[in-house]
């Protein structure tokens, strides 16, 4: 499964710049992530300050 955003994302947009196939986009009040491109890498978990980023 991709990685989620839960609401404890503060937009701070470090995950989107992290993400290597631009799987993270601004969404309305909280970023998402694209399941589809999503590659599973963890690469924004690691990067997000508020750890609000998940495996579903
Ligand atoms: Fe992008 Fe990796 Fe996070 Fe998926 S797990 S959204 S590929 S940074």
Redesign the pocket.
Known sequence: M??VITDDCVMCGA?AD????E??SEGDGKYV?DAD?????????AECPNEA?VEA
């Open positions: 991709a990685y995950c992290a993400c290597p196939v799987a993270i992530i491109v999503c590659a599973e890498c963890g690469t924004c978990a980023i």
